[in-house]
């Protein structure tokens, strides 16, 4: 799979004339050659429903008078530039008008994507239609006629569906579309069916041809749908509504199912579609070294005009990230992570709703700004080779998530667990042995913690815990670490103080935080607080938890708490690669966060603990020699001054 992908939208309205009047084989290459990509994803079939080459088993664009994909794709292929190739699947809006039965619907009759067909916008085809077939002969088609390197299909994925097509099924099947439950089965199936009959269609043809169906995110816990795909693209952009926190909790779950993968972003200033939008090229030097210190390969993605020129402006950018990336690369071939930390995601364990994103999300910020070294993981995954797993706030434990915990424990593991984590899914009792004794939720919120221990950077306090909260009792042989206050009252009608909640009352309310055989349990959805507010407390007491429990840290450094690290082994070469990365996301525009500034970082030091003696350290991809100590099986180093990301490769 190459590192430097371009996806190359271009949906195109039937209402423009002159589609590829001024595509040119040699700006085509030239602007693939000053963006230093090595492959770019061409369109086949847009979202406007329409065909970029002859067809039998779609319609071309009106406007369109030549094989433009034809085209495309050998201006690539001679300069040894890939070719994946897109065709939108659930999304063809010139069929949606001539057969507007075979769209999606909810309980309500209401359309998918634009609500009606008075407003400008796109509506998404329910795949158990006779559309289903339609799509298979494009794809093809496409396979057939084309040196294509690959398909992707996009729009796709497990959706509710009340058409009318969905209704007769489930009724043939003597069952009622009021039934959630067997509604589900059939979602699935429809998608399942989906999935495979592409798959023929693809395969049958090209054995072996990479295909990958785009549902917007790779849902943790789901590794049946995520091996649907040869490949995985995770499509994130982080000012296009994902946010700079989604690709990393993404792609530490991605790594550890040991599939191939990318990072997706856009050199859009705010997602897909924005003609005449750039970010700054800082920000793409950055989102880029972010996926490869993820283990990650990269796609950015752009739209070409409707005249098929392709925008000089937008291949000078992609250009700066690109040429760093390509000078990188062979420190970032075949790669495993070195975790410390497995953080089993809310959304993998099944816990459906806001609370469990939270959680994941709080969780992943925690660990990145402690610069724990951490994978995300399903209850599927091999728990031996970590130290600490951590419960996220909602968590309960069944009888196989129990056994595969305390077999972790009784091998030396540690579990960090709050909120609900930990308990039995009844609420009874804990499963996981934290020295303490579940009473019930807690009726204040918010609540306090008062650490036994100090704070990094604050003096002991009564610190406000705004999310919800469990009150436990200590058992004789369980540690307390802090203990749990109380308000006076919830702010009620009539009982309400000042401008926010009402104080503490400074009672001991019982532990809030306690340590037995298992780990540490901690008594409120700390990281869904985290997550919602931030708070500089919440986070202090978490990392006391986490290093309480990590004896041995692989990664040391003095890195700023924006800063991100990482350690990739690369066992061909026997070597690890230590990933530094520093940039500020700031808001400029509502809900935009930019990056812009990529400041200089000094005495950035590290201290790693290897399995095995060090020969030699150096940075990557410069090749100068780094001076480094190395005791008791850690070594010990001080990077020069660097920006942005920055390699240190340790060889054994
Ligand atoms: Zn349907």
């Known amino acids: 799979m190459r590192f430097r992908q371009v996806h190359l939208d271009f949906h195109t309205s039937e209402a423009i004339e002159g589609i ?13 050659q000053l963006g230093h990509v090595d492959s770019i994803t061409v369109f086949a079939k847009c979202h406007h429903g329409w065909a970029y080459h002859p067809s039998t088993a779609n319609e071309m664009h009106p406007h369109l008078s030549f094989d433009l994909l034809g085209a495309q794709i050998e201006a690539a292929h001679e300069i040894g530039v890939k070719t994946p190739v897109y065709l939108s699947a659930g999304l063809d809006e010139k069929l ?28 998404q085809f329910c795949m158990n239609t006779p559309y289903l077939d339609i799509l298979a002969n494009q794809v093809r088609e496409v396979v057939s006629n084309y040196d294509v390197d690959g ?34 089965l059939l979602w699935e199936e429809t998608f399942l069916r989906y999935a495979q009959t592409m798959d023929e269609a693809v395969h049958r043809i090209k054995p072996g041809l990479p295909v990958f169906h785009n549902s917007g995110h790779v ?4 590794r049946d749908l995520a091996k649907l795909n040869t490949h995985l693209e995770l499509e994130s952009l982080p000012t296009g509504g994902w946010g700079y926190d ?21 050199k859009f200033h705010t997602s897909w579609g924005e003609f005449g939008g750039y970010k700054h090229p800082n920000a793409l030097k950055y989102e880029t070294a972010l996926s490869l210190a993820n283990g990650a390969r990269i796609s950015i993605g752009d739209q070409l005009h409707p005249t098929g020129w392709m925008d000089p402006a937008t291949y000078a950018l992609i250009g700066e990230a690109y040429r760093e990336v390509e000078a990188k690369e062979k420190w970032c071939r075949d790669v495993n992570s070195v975790a410390d930390v497995a953080l089993l ?3 993998a364990a099944g816990e459906p709703g806001n609370t469990a994103q939270h959680a994941d999300a709080g969780a992943v910020r925690i660990l990145l700004e402690g610069h724990y070294l951490f994978d995300v993981v399903d209850t599927e995954n091999d728990l031996s080779s970590y130290s600490v797993v951590i419960l996220p706030d909602v968590i309960t434990v069944d009888e196989a998530l129990k ?4 077999t972790f424990i009784a091998n030396g593991g540690k579990i960090l667990a709050t909120g609900r984590s930990g308990l039995a899914p009844d609420g009874s009792h804990f499963e996981l042995d934290f020295g303490a004794k579940p009473l019930g939720d807690s009726a204040f919120k918010p609540s306090y913690f008062r650490p036994d221990f100090e704070l990094s950077s604050l003096r002991n306090a009564s610190f406000v815990m705004y999310t919800d909260g469990q009150d436990i009792e200590l058992q004789p042989y369980g540690m307390k670490l802090g203990s749990r206050e109380n308000s006076y009252f919830n702010r009620d009608l009539f009982t309400f103080c000042s401008h926010q909640h009402t104080p503490s009352n400074l009672q001991d309310a019982g532990p809030g935080m306690v340590e037995g055989p298992a780990g540490i349990y901690a008594a409120w959805n700390l990281f869904e607080d985290y997550a919602l507010k931030g708070s500089l407390p919440v986070k202090e007491i978490l990392h006391y938890a986490l290093d309480r429990l990590l004896i041995r840290k692989t990664v040391n450094t003095n890195l700023p708490a924006q800063g991100v690290t990482t350690l990739q082994a690369q066992p061909s070469e026997n070597r690890w690669v230590h990933h530094l990365l520093y940039a500020s996301p700031v808001r400029r525009g509502l809900n935009i966060e930019v990056i812009e500034d990529l400041p200089v970082l000094s005495d950035i030091e590290a201290t790693i603990s290897v399995p095995a003696p060090v020969r030699e350290v150096y940075l990557a991809p410069q090749g100068l020699k780094l001076p480094f100590r190395q005791e008791n099986g850690r070594v010990h ?3 020069p001054p660097w920006s942005c990301h920055q390699m240190v490769v340790l060889q054994f």
């Open 20 to 32: 590829g009047s001024r595509f040119s084989k040699q700006q085509f290459q030239e602007m693939l």
């Open 96 to 123: 949606t008008r001539r057969h507007p039965e075979w769209l999606i619907r909810d309980p309500q009759e209401k359309l998918n994507w634009a609500p009606d067909f008075m407003t400008p916008g796109y509506h």
């Open 151 to 184: 398909i992707f299909l996009d729009i796709v994925g497990v959706r509710e569906c009340y058409c009318q097509s969905c209704v007769a099924e489930i009724r043939r099947r003597g069952e009622d579309s009021r039934d959630l439950d067997a509604m589900k």
């Open 219 to 222: 849902k943790r816990g789901r």
């Open 246 to 266: 989604h690709f990393p909790l993404s792609a530490r779950y991605a790594q550890s199912l040991g599939m191939e993968f990318l990072g997706m972003t856009g």
């Open 345 to 347: 995601s809310a959304e």
């Open 403 to 406: 056994t595969k915990l305390t």
């Open 637 to 639: 180093y001080t990077l």
